[in-house]
């Protein structure tokens, strides 16, 4: 029988920043919530992969490379082939696609990192900024504000002696520009607790993974269950990654499927 390496066999690609431990004790556990795209991890998983809140959590899988060995002509991998013989599977056939598929294929968590483009610049995105968001930094910033726009402003008003409280009534939401910050892989982070730094419980957003993971549940019924997944911190490697500019060391941490189980709910007490 050949050694296969199960699920560890295939190079890893991507799918398109000390805190006390929030919970004791927690294993290290990755959720995929009844909420749609919602995830959760443990603290012992953040604290592994040194994401702190509001840092990112990024997802990668070695589906990629796996296509590349079937598919390839005339240079299917013959690890696969002897899979597939084995199990009498036509190595063309779906069924041959979606045993290897299931057998090899491995997804993983690592820390999100910036990104830059290929001259080494800093790939910038907006910030979401409400028109609540914009209220209060005028709220924060006024005298800054009419400081730097003061003739703008004056022009505006067509008043030239007005006074602040005139000048800032003048001021609009729409003149706040949203804020520009570097832009990193992977989904941003939060807690519901009042800790901060690495070691906390996080949850973050992400449809399309949450999607794709949850793909062989039909549609209707994803909202019903929480996937969980066993973080397998001892197996951890580290792998070059582009973050755009040049490649840099990251570490990957495999997932491996423990159980789908109900929501739990919140019984309410009797009126």
């Keep these: 029988m050949v050694d296969f390496g199960k699920k560890l066999s295939f190079g890893i690609r991507v799918v398109n920043n000390g805190q006390k431990s929030a919970t004791v004790n927690a294993l290290p556990q990755l959720i ?6 919602k995830f959760s991890i443990t603290a012992p998983v953040s604290k592994a992969l040194g994401v702190a809140v509001g840092e990112r959590v990024m997802f990668l899988n070695n589906f990629d490379t796996i296509e590349d060995a079937l598919f390839t002509k005339n240079a299917k991998n013959e690890e696969l082939v002897e899979f597939a013989a084995e199990r009498g599977l036509d190595i063309e056939s779906d069924a041959a696609h979606d045993a290897i598929m299931s057998e090899f294929g491995q997804w993983f968590i690592a820390k999100g990192i910036a990104r830059y483009d290929d001259k080494g610049n800093p790939v910038m995105t907006t910030l979401r900024f409400s028109t609540e968001d914009k209220k209060k930094y005028i709220e924060q910033n006024l005298a800054e504000i009419i400081a730097a726009n003061r003739e703008a402003l004056l022009g505006r008003l ?16 729409d003149d706040v520009e949203s804020p520009s910050v570097q832009d990193y892989t992977g989904a941003k982070t939060a807690t519901t ?5 690495v070691g906390c419980a996080l949850n973050f957003t992400d449809t399309a993974i949450w999607n794709q993971i949850k793909s062989d549940i039909v549609e209707s019924e994803r909202n019903k269950v929480n996937r969980v997944f066993d973080v397998v911190l001892e197996e951890a490697t580290v792998i070059p990654y582009s973050n755009g500019y040049k490649d840099v060391d990251i570490k990957v941490v495999p997932i491996s499927f423990k159980a789908d189980e109900a929501p739990k709910t919140v019984a309410k007490s009797a009126e």
Excluded at 32 to 37: E, F, I, L
Excluded at 193 to 197: A, I, V
Aim: proline content about 0%; hydrophobic content about 25%; glycine content about 12%.
């Design 32 to 37: 995929v919530n009844s909420t749609s795209g």
């Design 158 to 173: 067509g008043v030239e002696d007005a006074t602040d409280e005139e000048l800032a009534s003048a001021i609009s939401t």
């Design 193 to 197: 607790s009042s800790n901060t730094g």
